[in-house]
């Protein structure tokens, strides 16, 4: 903290006596409180967390409205100076219109886990043994039925380069830093529109600390960029450079906030909404997940 500017008298002249101060004109510069969000994830708990998907397509008078409601169960170990985080869907549901319909992706997510290596400061390292997704998908679809989408996007590189991708534009950037309010960090991020992909740069800003049932967490809000200024700070330029130069799709827009506790990680909520116009049609695309408990494993 720097210290304030202590005037203890005001020297008038060389003969003059120390008076009284004038009142203070020159401004005292203000602190912005920091944090520090470390990579301490729970070791021997059980971490379970809802996650929801609505995605509303409008086009030419019609809506289509479909739900994806998944449970998860995530579960960190340390691994070769790292972490290594398991996590497993213990529930999947999807709806159209809101009634509920059967597919076999529901039945290959219950299959198998997505195992990330990742490193002692959070950073995603790799996924393990990947090609478990494939095989839970051959298991699921029975013979006769055309399986290629599934295989495709269950496909080992495919699914590395999507949980990378959600990974980073989760939590890149955020640990073993300190974070103030104001403070700004971006992400590219894609999002699937039918036969297209919605490109953006999600940006993320500190707007402070809540106290939440996990312990201290920091608060940042979420919006997106459709193009990257040409002032655009070194961070939002590198991440987009990282990216590959991504072409960012026109008219894209986004709101939301995550809450992320930072004493012992744990991932409290997140929501975002995403608007876009594709081929015409009009996307809003919203996703959420919330943290419902962390129980100490049972053994």
Same mark, same amino acid.
């Given at each position: 903290?720097?210290?304030?500017?202590?005037?203890?008298?005001?020297?008038?002249?060389?003969?003059?006596?120390?008076?009284?101060?004038?009142? =203070?004109?020159?401004?005292?510069?203000?602190?912005?409180?920091?944090?520090?969000?470390?990579?301490?994830?729970?070791?021997?708990?059980?971490?379970?967390?809802?996650?929801?998907?609505?995605?509303?397509?409008?086009?030419? +008078?019609?809506?289509?409205?479909?739900?994806?409601?998944?449970?998860?169960?995530?579960?960190? &170990?340390?691994?070769?100076?790292?972490?290594?985080?398991?996590?497993?869907?213990?529930?999947?549901?999807?709806?159209?219109? +809101?009634?509920?319909?059967?597919?076999?992706?529901?039945?290959?997510?219950?299959?198998?886990?997505?195992?990330?290596?990742?490193?002692?400061?959070? &950073?995603?390292?790799?996924?393990?043994?990947?090609?478990?997704?494939?095989?839970?998908?051959?298991?699921?679809?029975?013979?006769?039925?055309?399986?290629?989408?599934?295989?495709?996007?269950?496909?080992?590189?495919?699914?590395?380069?999507?949980?990378?991708?959600?990974?980073?534009?989760?939590?890149?950037?955020?640990?073993?830093?300190?974070?103030?309010? +104001?403070?700004?960090?971006?992400?590219?991020?894609?999002?699937?529109?039918?036969?297209?992909?919605?490109?953006?740069?999600?940006?993320?800003?500190?707007?402070? &600390?809540?106290? &939440?049932?996990?312990?201290?967490?920091?608060? =940042?809000?979420?919006?997106?960029?459709?193009?990257?200024?040409?002032?655009?700070?070194?961070?939002?330029?590198?991440?987009?450079?990282?990216?590959?130069?991504?072409?960012?799709?026109? +008219?894209?827009?986004?709101?939301?906030?995550?809450?992320?506790?930072?004493?012992?990680?744990?991932?409290?909520?997140?929501?975002?909404?995403?608007?876009?116009?594709?081929?015409?049609?009009?996307?809003?695309?919203?996703?959420?997940?919330?943290?419902?408990?962390?129980?100490?494993?049972?053994?």
């Amino acid at each position: 903290m720097r210290p304030g500017l202590l005037l203890s008298c005001l020297v008038l002249s060389l003969t003059s006596a120390c008076r009284k101060p004038s009142p =203070l004109r020159v401004p005292v510069p203000t602190v912005t409180p920091r944090v520090r969000v470390t990579f301490q994830p729970p070791v021997d708990r059980v971490l379970t967390e809802s996650q929801r998907g609505v995605r509303v397509v409008e086009k030419a +008078g019609g809506v289509v409205r479909e739900e994806a409601d998944l449970t998860t169960e995530s579960r960190f &170990t340390p691994n070769e100076g790292g972490w290594l985080l398991t996590q497993s869907v213990t529930h999947a549901k999807q709806s159209r219109a +809101g009634v509920e319909v059967e597919g076999w992706v529901d039945d290959v997510l219950l299959r198998f886990a997505l195992r990330l290596r990742l490193a002692a400061d959070g &950073t995603f390292v790799k996924l393990v043994a990947p090609e478990a997704a494939a095989e839970a998908v051959r298991q699921s679809v029975p013979a006769g039925v055309d399986a290629m989408p599934l295989l495709r996007f269950f496909g080992a590189e495919a699914l590395e380069n999507r949980t990378r991708r959600e990974w980073e534009a989760k939590f890149g950037g955020l640990f073993q830093r300190h974070l103030s309010e +104001g403070q700004r960090t971006w992400a590219v991020d894609w999002l699937p529109a039918g036969d297209t992909q919605v490109a953006y740069v999600l940006e993320r800003t500190v707007q402070g &600390t809540r106290d &939440t049932e996990y312990g201290d967490a920091v608060v =940042l809000s979420l919006r997106c960029l459709d193009t990257v200024p040409e002032d655009a700070p070194d961070d939002l330029s590198d991440a987009w450079v990282a990216a590959g130069r991504p072409e960012l799709t026109p +008219g894209v827009t986004c709101q939301g906030e995550q809450v992320v506790a930072y004493g012992r990680f744990v991932p409290v909520s997140r929501e975002l909404t995403v608007k876009a116009r594709v081929d015409g049609a009009a996307w809003t695309v919203t996703m959420e997940s919330r943290a419902q408990g962390l129980q100490e494993e049972a053994r």
